[in-house]
């Protein structure tokens, strides 16, 4: 479902009708959106710098590496596991493999790379 834009105009009919103690669901009726649709956008409008800025960077947070947090009798201790090199050099070379026109558009994965491919091959059981 594509996100739904807001006019400046909607944005101020939702503040005025919002102000006026208008429940969600009585708004949602008036602008003609849903009432999820309307407390989204009533919270993106009263957000300061700071949470906006937390909402962004949780939205875009992606580690390649994985932590973990084992809890012991003295504390909680965390390690970081670190990618064997293998892992790594397989990765690289499916990023170097070449792409066909069905790879492109329909996300099939590279030549050498598919399960038929690999087990022609012998590296697979």
């Known amino acids: 479902m594509a996100s739904r834009r ?15 103690g208008l429940s969600w669901v ?23 710098d700071a949470e906006r800025v937390a909402r962004l960077e949780k939205r875009r947070k992606y580690t390649r590496s994985i932590s973990l947090e084992i809890l012991v009798p003295d504390g909680p201790v965390s390690h970081r596991l670190v990618v064997p090199d293998s892992v790594l050099a397989e990765r690289n070379a499916r990023l170097a493999a070449p792409k066909t026109l069905t790879g492109i558009y329909c996300n ?6 598919s399960a038929l491919d690999r087990k022609l091959s012998g590296v697979a059981a």
């Open 26 to 48: 009585d708004i949602g009726k008036t602008l003609g959106v849903d009432r999820r649709n309307v407390m989204k956008r009533w919270q993106r409008l009263t957000e300061n």
């Open 108 to 113: 099939d994965p590279p030549l050498g790379f």
């Open 6 to 20: 807001w006019s400046p105009e909607e944005d101020a009919r939702l503040r005025e009708l919002r102000l006026a």
